[in-house]
């Protein structure tokens, strides 16, 4: 039996959309440039310099394992940004988090959730993915596609039509932006199999198979796969360390993200969500449990569930008042510059990590490969210095991979690693320092870099 529809209401004042614009300026105190980010940019910089796409990681001396760049546009994309200026990336990020923002917002709209509840569901959003909003990394590139491919699809269950073959070209500029698309294939498949608003077969056939071969126009081409492939499989991943480690209640981050994934999941129930909604985020649900990174993806996805009502409602057929337009609009400029003054005003902390001690660095390499710890060793790559190794991680052979994850976490100087300058954390220095093979040569911020002793 079907719900019988309430009678549509007035346009209410935005108050959602205030909220969210309070979060993105709180967030512009916090956010930070982290790993899995520079070396984005120290590619695309290579690549606007000579105009070709690099063999491999051109700023690494490790041996590689013949890695394959789908994402070149993204490497040009964040390269232009942070040439804009010290803040630009923060800047990106904080775009980034609001326009996600906004499309959850209108995408709970359009299921009939009202402001408050709207408000109440931004601000578990962001606090759950905190982690995702406030540290500038490569994946953030996919937070809009991913939550307006869901709008897309949500649409499509409620009123089935054409409008899915729109997938495709958004897949397309997806792919070509970060590897996250696999999870919004999978989403999609789940939505293909299972909602009314995949159509008729011929048109789920269509779209699904348009959205999987859009993957495969990049710069990587009949490579994309394989590239995808690695990053799945690197050595973090295996290990479940690092940027792949597994949610830990010991971790107030994470523990934040499954509290909110709960308090949302509570609320979408309230909403009673189509079928093809609880198989995805149940999907979604276990690759959160095998990598807290994607818990944001499980939290956007309840995002807009979370504000269905209990009964459907028609939407409003009355006219928007200008007032009301005028509301998101000024705030969207307030926060903007609001946002740019308080990153400008926080100088070298919104910067790339580890800039002073990039100037230190430089000068005691003269040219000669480091072996430097995470996220400084992208910083170097971007400020032109060679490194050993360094993300993309899997672009390297496992056993390199293995050395420099050993290196990342207990201070191991690869015995394959022909390197003569070294960046590590104090206390690992010390120990380091204590061999006699190494000897300490500046400290910058608690950094220390170090100096192979000469043999004899």
Same mark, same amino acid.
């Given at each position: ?136 990394? /490569? ?135 189509? /079928? ?128 420099? /994850? ?17 960046? /590590? ?32």
């Amino acid at each position: 039996m079907s719900r019988t529809a309430a009678p549509a209401r007035p346009r209410a004042f935005p108050f959602a959309t205030l909220v969210a614009g309070a979060w993105v300026l709180g967030l512009a105190w916090f956010v930070v440039l982290g790993s899995d980010l520079l070396w984005v940019v120290a590619l695309g910089d290579s690549i606007r310099a000579t105009g070709s796409l690099p063999d491999g990681i051109p700023f690494a001396t490790a041996p590689q394992a013949g890695w394959h760049n789908p994402i070149v546009l993204a490497e040009l994309l964040l390269s232009l940004v942070d040439g804009l200026g010290v803040p630009a990336l923060a800047a990106l990020q904080l775009v980034v988090v609001a326009l996600t923002l906004l499309v959850v917002l209108a995408d709970g709209r359009k299921l009939g959730g009202g402001e408050l509840r709207g408000a109440i569901v931004v601000s578990l959003v962001v606090v759950g993915g905190s982690a995702a909003f406030a540290v500038t990394r /490569l994946p953030s590139l996919s937070l809009v596609p991913f939550v307006l491919a869901v709008l897309v699809m949500r649409r499509q269950h409620d009123h089935p039509g054409r409008g899915a073959w729109w997938l495709v070209p958004l897949y397309l500029l997806w792919g070509n932006l970060h590897g996250a698309v696999l999870v919004g294939l999978a989403v999609l498949g789940v939505f293909l199999v299972l909602s009314r608003g995949g159509g008729p077969v011929l048109r789920r056939l269509g779209v699904g198979l348009g959205c999987a071969l859009a993957l495969l126009l990049t710069s990587a081409g009949t490579g994309t796969p394989a590239y995808y492939l690695s990053a799945l499989r690197n050595e973090a991943a295996a290990r479940g360390t690092d940027l792949w480690a597994r949610p830990d209640l010991g971790h107030p981050l994470d523990v934040a993200m499954l509290l909110a994934a709960l308090a949302l999941l509570l609320l979408a129930l309230r909403g009673r969500p189509p /079928l093809w909604e609880w198989v995805a985020a149940a999907g979604l649900a276990v690759g959160t449990a095998s990598a807290a990174r994607n818990g944001i993806w499980l939290l956007l996805f309840l995002g807009a569930a979370a504000m269905r009502p209990r009964a459907p409602r028609e939407p409003s057929d009355l006219p928007t008042a200008p007032g009301r337009l005028l509301v998101p609009l000024a705030t969207g400029v307030v926060v903007a510059v609001a946002a740019v003054a308080v990153l400008v005003g926080r100088g070298s902390s919104a910067g790339a990590p580890g800039e002073r001690v990039a100037v230190a660095v430089r000068e005691v390499a003269a040219g000669r490969p480091v072996l430097a710890v995470e996220p400084l060793a992208e910083t170097l790559a971007r400020d032109g210095v060679t490194v050993w190794a360094a993300n993309p991680i899997d672009a390297f052979p496992r056993t390199v991979q293995a050395d420099f /994850l050993d290196f990342l976490h207990d201070g191991t100087v690869p015995a394959a690693a022909d390197v003569d300058v070294v960046v /590590l954390g104090s206390d690992r220095a010390a120990v380091l320092a204590g061999t006699g093979d190494w000897r300490v040569v500046r400290e910058v911020d608690a950094l220390t870099v170090l100096e192979r002793v000469p043999a004899g």
